[in-house]
């Protein structure tokens, strides 16, 4: 009987210290290649770990890892992200933070409440670039605000020009 123990508390040690370790330490062992640079950050993904399923969702590794130091992690953020190739549009699968460079350091779950939702792929270098490396295509970017405002801006400049083209008319005929 105790030697039955003593088996079974040795195997589980073994899938404590080599199971465990692995599967934690496997985003480690990513291939990263630059993707885009901003200000910000520099912007990875590990080609080794795209998928593309019947259904043409995509699904690939992300890192950002950020330029420069801070006082509070993290300091990169590894990312499992889906890209949607036939209806232009993303989510996280997975995220976590972590509290050193290149997804290093101690890991800190990070909160993705609600970041599971799909979103559309909006214009930004990062989200464009990896979508065309999964997809082989450039996304059908979602109008943004800015196209909006300033769609706004010309309604309001055609009532401006056309108040004044009636008060110009108004004032010649007096």
């Known amino acids: 009987m105790a030697k039955f123990f003593m088996k079974k508390n040795l195997f589980l040690f073994y899938v404590l210290a080599f199971g465990l370790p692995c599967a934690a330490f496997g985003e480690l062992q ?14 990875f993904l590990d080609r080794n770990s795209i998928t ?10 992300q890192l950002k890892n950020f330029r420069q130091i ?9 990312s499992q992200m889906d ?6 549009r993303k989510r996280i699968f997975l995220k976590h933070h972590h509290s050193g460079v290149m997804a290093k350091g101690r890991l800190r779950v990070a909160n993705t409440e609600g970041q599971f939702d ?5 214009s930004d270098p990062v989200s464009e ?27 309001v400049a055609d ?16």
């Open 30 to 43: 990513k291939n990263w290649e630059i993707v885009t640079v901003d200000n910000e950050a520099v912007y």
């Open 52 to 61: 593309l399923s019947e259904k043409q969702i995509g699904r690939v590794w």
């Open 70 to 78: 801070k006082r509070v992690p993290p300091q990169s953020i590894s």
């Open 83 to 88: 890209y949607d190739c036939e209806k232009s």
């Open 118 to 122: 799909w979103k559309p792929i909006e």
């Open 129 to 155: 670039r990896i979508f065309f490396i999964i997809c082989g295509k450039a996304p059908n970017l979602v109008a943004s605000n800015i196209k909006q405002t300033s769609e706004k801006e010309d309604k």
């Open 159 to 174: 009532n401006v020009d056309g108040k004044k083209a009636v008060e110009d008319t108004n004032q010649r005929s007096n």
